[in-house]
């Protein structure tokens, strides 16, 4: 049998960083990368209709809604949201919103 003498890119000290975050980035089709594209593309629309000061919500999270429980949660949420605005903590006075171009 004849022993294989090759080594690879890596222990020859050749790291190839391409190749490397392709492996860790997100992959086509995958709920990260539908996101993406979808907040991109509102983001471009917005720009060029006009909306000049939009920009997505900082300081949230994103999650999959997986049961019944959940979505009625966050409905509930959605629904009471804005009667509790005035006493958010992040709701300031010199914060300006602009929802109108």
């Not at 392709?22 to 709920?31: D, F, R, T």
């Not at 920009?55 to 949660?73: C, G, K, M, P, V």
């Not at 966050?74 to 958010?88: G, K």
Request: charged share 20%; glycine share 2%.
């Amino acid at each position: 049998m004849e022993q294989d003498n090759s080594t690879t890119d890596e222990q020859n000290g050749n790291y190839d960083l391409a190749t490397a975050m392709s492996a860790i980035s997100p992959k086509a089709g995958s709920l990260s990368v539908i996101l993406r594209t979808y907040k991109s593309a509102v983001s471009r629309w917005c720009k060029f209709n006009g909306y000049p000061f939009f920009a997505w919500q900082s300081r949230f999270y994103e999650q999959i809604i997986r049961t019944d429980e959940a979505l009625n949660r966050i409905r509930q949420y959605t629904i009471n949201n804005p009667v509790n605005w005035n006493e958010d903590q992040n709701n300031t006075d010199e914060e300006i919103h602009y929802f109108l171009p």
